[in-house]
């Protein structure tokens, strides 16, 4: 499928600039972490009519504790085993086994626990809305949204060294009223998806979407 015909339709005739510059952010990547109009995928509440406009997924270095910790699992057992054989603490070869056994099965748990917080974790913005999926662990998962209309305003922020190395900082943005406000952690690109949301917005006030 081409660029320009994943594009839709209420979109063809809105400012080529906002199009052109959605495309060119585009993170093409294996990991995918900022997609643009995305055509297979759906979320609880979806309208009929609604476009989904932009994926983001936080940037891998947000996880990075959490396969160290994974890893270290796998370390630390054969470590211990390699200790103990020196210190004579266990007498039969099935001690070391078991802890090396058990250190693989908890790293490989920890580690695939991360890689579905990451996929499963999504900001969806839509045409209509911004919708934060989060899942902490295996049996829960949170879910909230904004209409762009109750949003106020858009701000981003670097997160030290790592901004200025991929480009990456956390969002907010604060909805009027009572409604929920957003902080978002870690995302690639927080400078463009500021500028992105900020046309939308204003494309909706003069209601060009």
């Not at 906002?18 to 643009?36: G, P, Q």
């Not at 907010?172 to 917005?201: C, M, S, W, Y």
Request: aromatic share 10%; glycine share 4%.
């Amino acid at each position: 499928m081409s660029e320009r015909t994943r594009i839709p339709k209420k979109f063809s005739n809105v400012d080529k600039t906002f199009v052109n510059r959605l495309l060119k952010d585009e993170d093409r990547s294996i990991f995918n972490t900022f997609s643009v109009f995305p055509k297979k995928l759906n979320f609880y509440g979806k309208e009929p009519e609604e476009e989904i406009i932009l994926v983001v997924r936080s940037h891998g270095i947000a996880y990075i504790p959490g396969i160290i910790f994974g890893l270290l699992f796998l370390i630390l057992p054969i470590l211990i085993a390699y200790l103990s054989r020196e210190i004579h603490i266990f007498n039969s070869n099935e001690m070391y086994i078991g802890l090396i056994i058990v250190g693989i099965i908890l790293c490989i748990n920890i580690l695939i626990t991360t890689i579905l917080k990451w996929y499963y974790t999504v900001n969806i913005v839509t045409d209509q809305r911004i919708v934060v999926v989060r899942m902490d662990n295996a049996f829960y998962h949170s879910y909230s949204e904004a209409q762009l209309e109750k949003i106020e305003d858009i701000s981003h922020r670097p997160i030290g060294l790592w901004s200025n190395i991929f480009d990456v900082g956390d969002v907010d943005i604060d909805t009027a009223g009572h409604e929920v406000d957003f902080h978002l952690k870690t995302l690639p690109k927080p400078r463009e998806l500021q500028d992105i949301l900020n046309d939308l917005l204003e494309m909706k006030q003069k209601g060009k979407i």
